[in-house]
């Protein structure tokens, strides 16, 4: 039950634990889940008793008024607009349910998120960090393949390190992946790929085998299911090997294999279903990226071409000077 600091009741606490058993019954929430409702909700609900306003009583303005006070507080853009969000359900529900004669929330906006770009890596490093791994061990069959996996299949390394050999179908050249929300989606597997998974199955991985390896795909030296930890730091080394500028962690590189589909041309919706997103919206993040990119070449040119003129001018201008002081 919510109380505030002097263990009163706050207002609004038993609409919120009923809205909670409604969100476990009905929509089969995790606990974990349930309780970030909670910690997102009961602070409101404080705030509110603080402030002397009753849930009947709230206004858009009134809840403007708490997401800027967490702003000013310095919680991160995504955590208020999370709230805010979680805020106008509970209202909503409110409303549905009777408690209050009408949704005050129902335009209420949410605080925008700067759109942060995410970062990769060019063909050329991406090539420089597949090439760092030593062929001449198990490991580095098993890491040239991991990489290979990563980039040409654009996996979540969650993806990558529940994969079984069954999950290869070398007919198709595809892999069987379970995604995010327990749901089965096929990465296709190029050609590189292809080929670094069967040096690593002929080779690499009977050296590294035990009674604990079953049929996982990925061993580590023990002989039990690679971790994504370890695949971590395992990128990680390989591109401070390879030269690289950056840190690299895995998701680079499937964000690298979605910008790099785009820029050749894909579909924004092959993207999206090699991806695994649920929703078009979260790849389209990308054709921001390849957007940048273009742009920040058209100005390269540009400047290519202002630096050209610049220079022919010149030219031209010495010539004259030339011409004047022989004339």
């Keep these: 039950m919510i109380t505030d600091s002097h263990e ?8 919120l634990e009923r809205y909670l058993e409604l969100l476990r019954r009905e929509r089969n929430l995790s606990p974990h889940t349930l309780r970030n409702y909670r910690a ?19 206004t858009r303005a009134v809840y403007r008024n708490y997401l800027s006070t967490l702003q000013r507080d310095g919680m991160a853009p995504g955590s208020v607009r999370r709230r805010g969000s979680t805020i106008k359900s509970f209202f909503k529900h409110l409303f549905g349910q009777g408690v209050l004669p009408t949704n005050p929330l129902k335009l209420a906006g949410t605080p925008k998120i ?19 791994p030593d062929l001449n061990t198990a490991a580095g069959l098993r890491d040239r393949a991991v990489l290979e996996v990563l980039y040409g299949s654009g996996l979540r390394v969650s993806e990558l390190v529940t994969l079984q050999q069954a999950s290869i179908d070398w007919e198709s050249a595809v892999l069987r992946v379970w995604a995010k929300g327990s749901r089965e ?13 069967e ?17 996982w795909l990925w061993l ?24 690289l500028a950056q840190p690299v962690h ?20 092959v993207v999206q279903e090699l991806l695994g997103h649920a929703s078009v919206a979260t790849t389209q993040i990308y054709t921001h990226v390849t957007e940048s990119a273009k742009r920040v070449a058209v100005e390269a040119s540009l400047d290519g071409i202002s630096a050209q003129l610049l220079a022919g001018e010149a030219r031209r201008a010495r010539r004259r000077r030339l011409r004047d002081r022989v004339g």
């Design 8 to 15: 009163t009741l706050v207002a609004g606490a038993d609409d």
């Design 40 to 58: 997102d909700l009961t602070p409101y609900l404080i705030y509110l008793q603080e402030q002397g306003i009753a849930l009947t009583g709230v």
């Design 114 to 132: 700067p759109l942060h770009l995410p970062t990769f890596l060019s063909v050329r490093e991406v090539e420089a960090l597949i090439a760092a």
């Design 185 to 197: 989606r096929v990465a296709l597997l190029g050609e590189h790929a292809l080929l670094a998974l």
């Design 199 to 215: 040096d690593y199955l002929e080779h690499g991985r009977g050296a590294l085998l035990s009674e604990a390896s079953g049929d």
């Design 220 to 243: 580590n030296r023990f002989g039990g299911r690679l971790s994504a930890r370890a695949v971590q730091l395992a990128v990680g080394r390989y591109a401070v090997a390879a030269g």
């Design 250 to 269: 895995p998701h680079l590189l499937r964000h690298s294999f979605a910008t790099h589909m785009l820029e050749g041309g894909a579909d924004i919706r």
